[in-house]
């Protein structure tokens, strides 16, 4: 009897939490947050290492979750530091997705906006934070690929927690099972920087608002001996805030500061790198903050080596946990469908069941389905299938598929315009798009758009545009008249869109033009027709970045048959243009990247009215019909019906974001399409800038001549091209 009461009383503490785990001996290792700082957790693990210690626990927070969900998964130090050197930290900071990994529409618009605001029941709301983690949940499904194994962090080759705060009750959460996605993306959110991560009904915000170093966890497993790697500055100075990011830091710290000297009393050997420059997101700084972390470790070696000698190692088998860069689907599992269909997705991620898959493969597709907009999280893991793997995708749905977004630009073309657009996704049919835009400024534009993503399957589309600018008549270099443009089109078109990079279209087009002198100048007729035209076209684009590209082309062809009516009851004889533009993306030497072009357009039948002839001149980006930029001459100041022309843009990176430029083209502006090949008369320009890819967006100024003339003229752009 007596026996049974004992073991019935000592089934409760058997049955603790980790407790079976706890040994004489055992360490525990505790990893704090701090963002790019806890980069120094990998030099103190090198120490750690060196000095014989092997780690029986770990818990952390935030980034110092990551690298001890890294190393208890079973990477080692050197693998651990090689992964995280080759993440695009900016890309992770600013979540965006690759634009060649956008849909084809979304590439065309998605570079012109300052301001973003999700539309929930018809009304613009501010954004819960600035980012949406893509990028790191992305990460997350690589680095912890091999968990599948696992069925709790305990099971990992060295047992693991992290810790998250519950951003409605402001409690506490401690992983310890589930999907380490989940665990990492949870106690990565901090504030403001990331938006709260959301599963299983609760959402959730970086731990390091409650607790920082998680130390408690571990004494609660039994864990004998604790070895602290602390990163984190409580509080700054006066002084020392001096950028946003310190003050978000500084505001999530007061409520752990009390807490955090009560942790300390479980701390065995404490290393605290001192790294006063760093901050959350000087990833830039990597080798000084390892280097610091290996610093600080070494300060305690002789109490590591102590440490090291009271402890019991087990034997553990040596387990590669990095991520398999091929692998076989037997199947592939979607959760979190119910607006969107399966087709979709597949035909956006673009692997295949019973077929081998490569990490290149994977990365594009989940790039491709955030890319659409259509969710907010796309994440992925693999589990055990009979053949292969099963492919895991866990996707959530935006809740706001409606966008209003507001954009600014100055040109030396078309002055100053606010831009407002306000797009909608899933308005009348599934993957269909909507998309208006209104420049409001000194040059008024429009443009409306509709069409539904079918991909390869041919689709009808609709697109009602409007443009008013001012632009002048030149006779030998003087300008003679200025004159104001008014149009007005609407299109009908059926296109199809290949790999979301390939567009093949034709359609039809009604368009009113006025051309209308202005009052300060005298003697040119003004101009108002419509025509009626017929078109088909090509347009392929992969530039990696709308505005600096190191890689990827652009292919753009068109054939337009151009008729003037008058009330569908008059036809004039058409002429035809055909136009054909080829762009290349190169970089080199690291800091160097060419853009290299070649356009052509040859009209074919009588000669066109104003709104129709080849124009070349200034150095804006993207005009209506046959304007073309052309450097060493003002807007539109040549005038032909057939035009050849090659250039070539250097840009010189000297620091982050800061560009000197050198541009060049030559040029044939012709009357006949023979005179192109047999004239001697060649146009060129040079010009030499200075670039910054600003908050508001690409600031240019430059200084453009010609050999043909003596004139210089300077071309000043700020804000996204619209």
Not at 30 to 48: C, F, P, T, Y
Not at 289 to 302: C, D, M, T, Y
Not at 337 to 358: A, F, Q, S, W
Request: net charge negative; aromatic share 14%; with cysteine.
């Amino acid at each position: 009897m007596f026996c049974a009461f004992f073991l019935f009383g000592l089934l409760p503490m058997l049955a603790q939490p980790g407790l079976d785990s706890a040994k004489s001996g055992s360490i525990g290792l505790v990893l704090s947050g701090g963002g790019a700082k806890a980069m120094a957790h990998i030099g103190a693990l090198r120490v750690i290492e060196r000095a014989g210690i092997k780690v029986d626990y770990i818990s952390g927070t935030s980034m110092g979750a990551i690298v001890g969900a890294m190393y208890a998964l079973g990477y080692s130090v050197d693998e651990i530091e090689a992964y995280l050197r080759q993440v695009d930290w900016q890309a992770l900071l600013t979540n965006e997705v690759p634009r060649n990994r956008l849909s084809f529409f979304d590439r065309k618009t998605e570079n012109r906006y300052l301001l973003n605001f999700p539309v929930y029941e018809g009304r613009p709301r501010l954004p819960v934070g600035l980012n949406y983690g893509q990028y790191i949940l992305k990460e997350l499904s690589l680095l912890s690929q091999q968990a599948y194994r696992y069925e709790r962090f305990s099971d990992f080759p060295i047992p693991f927690l992290c810790v998250a705060t519950d951003l409605e009750t402001g409690k506490l959460r401690v992983f310890e099972e589930g999907r380490l996605i989940d665990a990492l993306r949870s106690s990565t959110a901090f504030p403001s920087l990331f938006t709260p991560y959301g599963f299983e009904g609760h959402l959730y915000v970086d731990g390091g608002v409650l607790n920082n170093y998680p130390v408690k966890q571990l004494k609660e497993k039994g864990i004998q001996h604790i070895i602290g790697v602390d990163v984190q500055d409580l509080l700054y100075t006066k002084n020392e805030l001096n950028s946003v990011v310190r003050v978000l830091e500084q505001t999530s710290s007061f409520i752990r500061v009390s807490d955090y000297k009560e942790q300390l009393r479980y701390t065995d050997v404490l290393i605290k790198p001192d790294i006063p420059e760093a901050g959350l997101t000087t990833f830039e700084l990597f080798d000084e903050i390892v280097k610091r972390g290996e610093e600080a470790a070494l300060a305690q070696l002789p109490a590591l080596m102590e440490m090291a000698g009271k402890s019991i190692p087990e034997q553990t088998e040596s387990v590669s946990a990095l991520p398999m860069q091929e692998f076989y689907i037997h199947k592939i599992n979607i959760k979190g469908l119910e607006e969107n269909t399966r087709n979709y997705v597949l035909g956006k991620l673009r692997i295949r069941e019973g077929e081998m898959c490569d990490l290149g493969r994977v990365n594009r597709g989940m790039d491709q389905l955030y890319g659409s907009h259509h969710f907010t999280y796309v994440d992925y893991t693999l589990s055990e299938a009979d053949t292969g793997y099963a492919f895991n995708l866990n996707l959530t749905e935006n809740s706001s598929l409606a966008q209003f977004r507001v954009g600014l630009n100055y040109n030396d073309d078309y002055k100053t315009a606010l831009l407002l657009n306000y797009t909608k996704r899933n308005l009348l049919f599934k993957n269909d798009r909507l998309s208006a835009d209104l420049a409001v400024g000194d040059n008024t534009r429009t443009l409306l758009n509709y069409f539904v993503d079918r991909g390869y399957i041919p689709t009808l589309g609709a697109k009602f545009r409007s443009n008013r600018f001012t632009f002048r008549g030149y006779t030998a270099g003087k300008p003679v008249v200025q004159r104001v443009y008014q149009d007005y089109s609407l299109d009908f078109f059926i296109q199809s869109t290949l790999y979301d990079a390939y567009a093949i279209g034709g359609g039809i087009q009604l368009e009113n033009v006025e051309i209308n002198q202005d009052l300060n100048f005298a003697g040119e007729e003004g101009l108002n027709k419509s025509f009626l035209n017929y078109y088909g076209f090509v347009d392929f684009d992969s530039f990696d970045d709308a505005n600096y590209p190191s890689r990827g082309f652009k292919l753009q062809a068109q054939g337009r048959i151009i008729a003037e009516q008058r009330s569908f009851q008059r036809f004039f004889e058409p002429s035809s243009v055909v136009d054909v533009g080829y762009s290349q993306a190169l970089s080199f030497g690291g800091r160097f990247s060419l853009i290299t072009r070649l356009w052509g357009a040859t009209t074919i039948g009588p000669n066109l009215d104003d709104p129709y002839k080849v124009y070349l001149g200034s150095m804006g980006k993207e005009y209506i019909n046959y304007i073309q930029p052309f450097i060493g001459y003002r807007y539109m100041e040549l005038i032909g019906r057939n035009a050849l022309m090659a250039r070539g843009d250097l840009f010189f990176e000297a620091w982050r974001n800061h560009f000197f430029t050198l541009k060049g083209n030559l040029g044939k502006l012709e009357p006949t399409f023979n005179g192109l090949f047999g004239s001697d008369v060649v146009l060129d320009g040079y010009s030499v800038g200075y670039s910054y890819k600003s908050p508001l967006g690409p600031l240019e100024i430059n200084l453009a001549g010609s050999t043909n003339h003596a004139r210089l003229y300077t071309y000043v752009r700020l804000g996204f091209w619209f």
